[in-house]
């Protein structure tokens, strides 16, 4: 099915967070291509949030509340519901897109038609949209295929600017509701795995970082579960690759090769992790293939004295903060 902006909903979605919410909206709206705007409520402490969007925005959105909770998974869930489109964009309420980011789907859905979803590179900012990190886009060309083993092990393609093909998704029964923080993982991964998934080159979404604020991604990396949680949706992801290929069975070293363990996951959450996280963490740390010199060193370090360097360099970096 081809890709083309009448085709298009933004779902823009909401928690009790007005800060960054009309900027998000306002991005959807402003389009080179125009597309349907929905935003979808997941039923907040906070009741003024639709007077502010409709005083803003009036008819030119679809404004729905929830009637209950429904979690962050669950929400999106919504939004696949409430799409009439045959396409569907997610951007979350503290999230923007830059303004030809339908066009730059559209240009991925021309040149690599029939795929499940589509991706754009990101950019991400700060609290007041300063840019902390240039994406780097290492592969040739302007478009990429996305290769499901490849995304089996590691979550390379993060939000926002994913663009799902709606029926596929529901075929796979929306995103998994009970998922503690893999659930868009999981739904890129099959369709990737079942339809084909694409990514541009193109920088067209910022995800907003917010260090430092009890939200629900920060308290797994400090808690030393992210990893964790990471490998058993991996385990999940290649459970299905085992339908059509015999060697569809997890490693830890395939996963840590591809991706590392950061330091800066574990430095400065390490002293508030439990023992057991924190040996787990450390194994881990052990295992990764060294990206850079420095990496190697601390490693080594750690395999010389282990769990305790790690706690006494984490109350140091602690101390300097």
């Not at 840019?131 to 995304?151: H, M, N, Y």
């Not at 029926?167 to 991964?189: I, L, N, V, Y």
């Not at 430092?212 to 964790?228: L, P, S």
């Amino acid at each position: 099915m081809r890709v083309t902006a009448h085709g298009i909903t933004i779902a823009v979605t909401v928690y009790n967070r007005r800060d960054y919410i009309l900027q998000a909206i306002e991005s959807a709206l402003s389009q080179n291509k125009p597309v349907r705007v929905i935003v979808v409520e997941d039923c907040g402490p906070d009741p003024g949030i639709r007077d502010l969007v409709e005083e803003h925005f009036g008819n030119k959105i679809s404004y729905h509340r929830n009637d209950v909770r429904r979690g962050l998974f669950g929400n999106w869930n919504a939004c696949l519901d409430l799409c009439t489109t045959p396409w569907i964009s997610i951007l979350h309420d503290d999230d923007y897109l830059a303004p030809h980011f339908v066009e730059a789907m559209e240009e991925i859905g021309e040149a690599l038609p029939d795929r499940g979803i589509y991706f754009s590179s990101i950019t991400h900012v700060d609290n007041s949209n300063r840019l902390l990190q240039i994406p780097v886009r290492e592969f040739p060309g302007s478009f990429r295929e996305i290769d499901p083993r490849a995304l089996a092990y590691v979550n390379d393609v993060l939000f926002p600017g994913q663009l799902l093909r709606v029926d596929h998704a529901r075929a796979q029964g929306g995103f998994r509701e009970t998922s503690q923080f893999c659930g868009d993982w999981e739904m890129w991964f099959k369709l990737a795995h079942y339809f084909g998934a694409a990514q541009t080159k193109k920088a067209v979404a910022f995800a907003r970082s917010h260090e430092g604020i009890e939200r629900g991604t920060n308290k797994i990396v400090r808690t030393g579960r992210k990893h964790a949680l990471d490998f058993v949706q991996a385990k999940r992801n290649l459970r299905l690759i085992r339908e059509t290929q015999a060697n569809g069975f997890f490693d830890r070293r395939i996963a840590l090769r591809k991706a590392p363990l950061p330091t800066r996951h574990l430095l400065p959450h390490a002293s508030a992790m439990s023992p057991r996280l924190l040996r787990y963490n450390v194994g881990l740390l052990l295992l990764s293939h060294p990206p850079h010199w420095r990496y190697a060193v601390f490693q080594f370090a750690v395999r010389i004295f282990g769990p305790r360097f790690v706690l006494g360099v984490s109350r140091l970096f602690g101390s300097m903060t």
